[in-house]
Each structure stands twice: as structure tokens, then as C-alpha cells.
């Protein structure tokens, strides 16, 4: 499988949702297979909060491939034989692309708290700018989970017939009040660390010992994240062997896991992005921009398909049945499908139990 | 209804199952009602991980009432012309029975962290000396919620037949490691906080601007404490009005309604209580200091009323069914009735949809 990671420069200002501008702003993104002569085997691949535009394959020296390397590569459910697949670093995000910590032109100082809020549809805007440079006029798919997802259903719902095939899962039409409490632990839990110097502060400091605000917020998302179920087959109630029950910092299994992963993120993860792209998650509404969710899905002329997950407790099941079920109550029954994976691991299912849709894509898109 | 609070001190020292002793210490207490000549008609309610022995009636010059006014009283319920209702605060906690941050004897200084880890049972335990002071030696009933749903099955298990009939709602049999991934949240949040000064902080710096560490974190538990559903209905996906969908820090009625509980709680609630009473809450697990859940079951010869609540999702309903099914299985089946309270309102549910409940309590505890 061919990998191609790029940078993109845009010196046109972007018009985002707000009214404010982008200007000029840089899109990284990453390339696996060949786009075909005809230009018509374009697969884009959306990404979540904390994902990147790496979505497959392995750079060398890495230990770790791409976030959805399952499922997309040679052979696979999305077949890089027979796919040109791209996935881009959304705005706002801390891989490349711009966002709070690029240099807020003509300064070489970063935006940080100048930068502007940007939203899923303007995540999606640039995606479509980028495709246009690439002279990519229509894709054959896109596929999201998560905040991709919601990339996804944007892209169905304001560029109608840009993608044969649409598959968003692990979304919903609009972001209830359950992930916005959850999104405000870690924005507050950053925003009241002092190290962060109200947006002031040098990531350098965070990338040895990592980020308090940032590793404690992050632990609240990872219980988001998974279910009691997951959490019970994982962890279960073990104890860390060395420490003690009645040791008032004696740790269970499920602990140590939440302040591994709480710090080890927190220590590459830029704070300031985190705060943006939970904003643009929470600001979500696909009806925004249209009457009604109702005339927002009557747009859509793509194939779609929505993806829940049973024990999804962040964006629950319904949510996205709720979006067919809209869409076949007004006669849009033959564009949509929605189809509900048997699972108890939780919201990060879409990243872990490939094995439960990849066949589902692949029939969809085509082997 | 009369209302009595008063403090008894122990000399006696109290064996924790630590194998650690508290010596001396102070309970405090109320008492609503007045006790019989028999002493027959006495009721012990037990509070939750942020509940106080304050659990009924008004004090002069407060707004608000004890946090289960609801439905004890007279004439409720819990009826206090018929019944001596007692509410006694869980030492290791900061309503003034002995805690973290109660002198350590012989010296004038707070415990702090030289405080011993206290168990479910040891609060049980220390509940017990204080009834048999009080001349106390059977009660007609015990009732409690979430934590004090464990207290309350704590009794039943440690002092099989010192109460005729015992309740026990939102609560389980063994902490899962969902609802100490939570705790963890806080835990991290508070022990973080510089201003914590590793617990050497000073109380009164925290009653006027409040401590985010506790804030924080108390903002995951909340999130704990409701559902999707009831935060639907609360919130939904209204704007605080002053504040702008495209600015940064602009708010959702849900991040308000966190960030004021989050921070008025952190005023007045001690840290370092918090961090002991969720350890005692993470360490419980009805089967220690037994041979099995099914062995610690078998001793109990109380009338057992286990109480879930539909969309409790920090203690699930299926975990309360799970003492009544193993109580059933081993042919315990006329001592224990499950009852589940049709309800999405989350965790909290026990403490504020009452009138889903109190019939139940009051046909039987008898009215």
C-alpha cells in the first residue's frame, strides 16, 4: 500500500460558519492507493476528536499503525487495490493542519485564544477545497465515526450529491447535553489548570511530564468512551498488585488504565485544540443553517448509511436511527439505512470492533 | 416533628477493617420523632457519599429542608409521629463525625492524610455503638440510597437480624469499576490541584471562592448522578442567553448548571472527606470478610427490599436484581423482594422522584 502524507497551503481566506475568516490556512493530509484515471475511486475517511489524518498504514520506526489500519488497506474493507483513499487533518486540530498553535498570519506568534471557533461544517468546507485542488469533483465514499461521522452527515447534508456513498456511525444529528457535561469537565479541568496560563503556556512544557488539565479531562472522556461492560471484562475489579486495599492511593486495574492514558495524552495532545474541536463537537446541529433537521436531511442525494452502536453510551444508538427514521417518514426511505451493531464495549466500539462492520462497508462501497 | 441534633463521643477505640483503629472519635447525629417506650420504633437512615445526618426537616433560618424531607416527616413515609427516625453522619466524613480533618489525639491537628481508609463497614460498625448507647437493640427498619443503600446492606450482612425489615436502592453488591473510573475523575481532580497543597490546604481558603479540584470533578460526578434523558429535558440543547453559539467560552444551560453545582459544592464540602468516602465507596464489596457474595448473603435474616431505578447508570438495576436472584437461588426467596421504579432520571432518581417510592417504603415499614 502506497502512503502519501502532504501539506496543502491555502492562501484564500476560508469563510467560516461564524462569519469570521481563516486565512491563509494549511490542510495536512495522507494519501493510500492510487487515484484512478477516471477519478472516480476517491474514498475520504473523516476523523474524531483526537484522531488524525494517519489513518492507516505504518510510518517507519512506529510501533503503532494508523487509527483505522483494520480496516483500510490492501485487501481490506476499504481496499486500497482498488481505493484511493484520503483522510485530512481537520481544522482546528494539532497534526499540521491549522489550528489555535499555528502562526496567526502575518505574526509568527500563535493564534491561541484569537483563533477563531470553527465548526464541523467548516471542517467539512476545507475538506472540499482541498478535494477541488486535487481535482477530486465527486468521491465515491466517505466513511466517519465519532466526530467523522458528524464530518460525514455535514458533507451529505451541504454538498448533496458530492459522495456516492455516505457512512457516518457513532454520531448524531445533533449533540445532546449528556457529551457537552462531559466535554466540560476537560474544557474546565484545562482552562483551571495554572500551568496553562490562560492559553499562554509552552507546549514544550507538557510533552515530558504531560498536562494535568488535559490528563484529568481526558480520564472523564475515557469513561465516555467505554461502557460498565467493557470497563468489567477489562479490568473487572483487579487490584494493581503492589498496592495496598486499605492504601488510601492503593489503585485499582481500571485506575492505573485511566492515569496511563489520561497522562500519556495529555503529553501530545495540544490543550488549546482540545477546547476547540470539543466546542465544535458540542456546537453541532445538523439542522443549523436550515429550517429544520427535517429540511437539513430533505438535501441529501447521497447513498446513506448510519452505523449505531448498542452500548454506545456517548452517542447513543437511537440517535442515528433517529435520522432514518426522519428521513423515511418523508419519503427518503431508499436513500437511507440504518443498521445497529450488537455490541457492549461502548462509544469506542467504531475504533475497536472492526471485525462487527468491516464487512458491512465493504458491501456497501464495493470489494 | 421534633428535631434533635446532637454529638456523642467514643473513647472506646473502633477497630477498622483495616486493622487500623480510630480513638477517639465523635458521631453526630439527628433524630426525628420520638422513641417508644418499647424502643421498637426506631428508624436509621443512611445517607450517600454527599448526604449528612440533616436528612429531614428545616433548621431555622435555612432554606432548604434535609435531603429526604420528602419523605420523612409527619405524616409521610417515614412517619415520625409513628417512628424515631435516626440519621447519623458516616465517620470519615465532614458534617462533624470524626474525619480527615478532625484533631488527631492527643494533638490539636487535623488527621489529614494520617487519616486510616474507613470501609461501608466500619461506618456500619461505628452506627451500631452509637444505637446500643442509645439503648438501641433491634430497629424496625434501615433505608438508604446509593451509599447508604451499601450501609444499609452492610447491616443486614454483618448484623443479620438487628433490623425487621431493610431497604436498600440504588446501590450494589460489589463497587464496578465503571463507578471507580468516576470516582478516579475527582480523586485525580482534587489530589492535582496545587491549591490542595497535598491536603495540607486550609478549608476556610476554599468557603468563599470554592476549590476547582473538588469542582471538577464533582462536575464528572454529576454527570453520573442523571442520564441523557433527564439532561435532555433539564437543558436540552438551549444557550445560556447572554452567551454567543460562536464565542469560545459561551455556555449551554448544562455547563452552567455544572459549573454551579460543581463550584457551590467545593465551598462547603471537604476534599479530603471526599477523597476517603469515595475510597470507602471504590473498596466496597459485600463479599469481603466472607467466602463469597452467595456465603455473605446467607447470613442475612432481615425482611430485604432491594429498590433499582431504571436509568441508574452508576448503580444499574441489574446489580440490586443480582442479590434478590442469588438470595432466590439459594432459598432465600421469601426474606428479599426486588422492586424496580420505572424511571430515566439517572442516579439521582432516589433522592428526587420520591413519590415513584415512598408507597412502597411506607407499606413496608408499615404506616
Not at 499503525?65 to 482498488?82: E, H, N, Q, S, Y
Not at 485499582?252 to 482540545?274: A, I, T
Request: hydrophobic share 40%.
Amino acid at each position: 500500500m502506497k502512503i502519501v502524507t502532504k501539506k496543502e497551503t491555502f492562501t484564500n481566506p476560508l469563510y467560516l460558519e461564524s462569519g469570521r475568516i481563516l486565512e491563509p490556512y494549511e490542510l495536512v493530509y495522507e494519501t493510500y492507493g492510487e487515484l484512478n484515471d477516471e477519478r472516480s475511486n476517491a474514498v475520504l475517511i473523516t476523523h474524531a476528536l483526537s484522531g488524525s489524518h494517519h489513518a492507516a498504514g505504518r510510518y517507519e520506526g512506529e510501533r503503532k499503525p494508523g487509527w483505522w489500519d483494520g480496516l483500510i488497506g490492501d485487501g481490506k474493507a476499504v481496499d486500497t487495490k482498488k481505493f484511493f483513499v484520503i483522510c485530512v487533518n481537520v481544522i482546528g486540530s494539532c497534526y499540521g493542519s491549522t489550528g489555535p498553535m499555528s502562526p496567526m498570519y502575518p505574526s509568527l506568534e500563535p493564534y491561541r485564544f484569537r483563533f477563531p471557533v470553527v465548526t464541523v461544517k467548516d471542517m467539512v468546507k476545507a475538506q472540499r477545497i482541498l478535494l477541488d485542488r486535487l481535482g477530486i469533483d465527486r468521491l465515491h465514499a466517505i466513511i466517519g465515526g465519532s466526530m467523522g461521522g458528524m464530518q460525514a452527515l455535514r458533507f451529505a447534508v451541504e454538498y448533496p450529491s458530492f459522495a456516492r456513498h455516505t457512512i457516518a456511525m457513532a454520531a448524531t444529528y445533533a449533540t445532546r447535553p449528556w457529551v457537552i457535561a462531559f466535554n466540560k469537565v476537560v474544557q474546565e479541568a484545562i482552562v483551571k489548570d495554572p500551568r496553562f496560563q490562560n492559553g499562554n503556556y509552552d507546549p514544550k512544557d507538557f510533552a515530558e511530564e504531560g498536562f494535568t488539565g488535559l490528563a484529568v479531562g481526558r480520564m472523564a472522556g475515557h469513561i465516555s468512551y467505554l461502557s460498565p461492560e467493557s470497563m468489567d471484562r477489562k479490568f473487572g475489579r483487579a487490584y494493581v498488585e503492589t498496592d495496598g486495599l486499605f492504601e488510601l492511593f492503593g489503585k485499582f486495574q481500571v485506575e492505573r488504565y485511566l492515569e496511563y492514558n489520561g497522562y500519556g495524552f495529555s503529553k501530545w495532545f495540544d490543550p488549546l485544540s482540545y477546547l476547540y474541536i470539543t466546542k465544535a463537537i458540542n456546537i453541532f446541529d445538523l439542522s443549523r443553517g436550515h429550517d429544520s433537521l427535517e429540511e437539513a436531511l430533505k438535501r441529501i442525494r447521497t447513498d446513506l448509511h448510519l452505523i449505531g452502536f448498542q452500548r454506545d453510551l456517548l452517542f447513543m444508538p437511537e440517535e442515528m436511527r433517529h435520522i432514518a427514521d426522519v428521513m423515511g417518514a418523508q419519503g427518503q426511505g431508499e436513500l437511507v439505512r440504518y443498521y445497529e451493531v450488537e455490541s457492549d464495549y461502548g462509544h469506542d466500539a467504531f475504533l475497536v470492533e472492526l471485525e462487527k462492520f468491516s464487512d458491512y462497508i465493504a458491501d456497501v462501497i464495493g470489494k
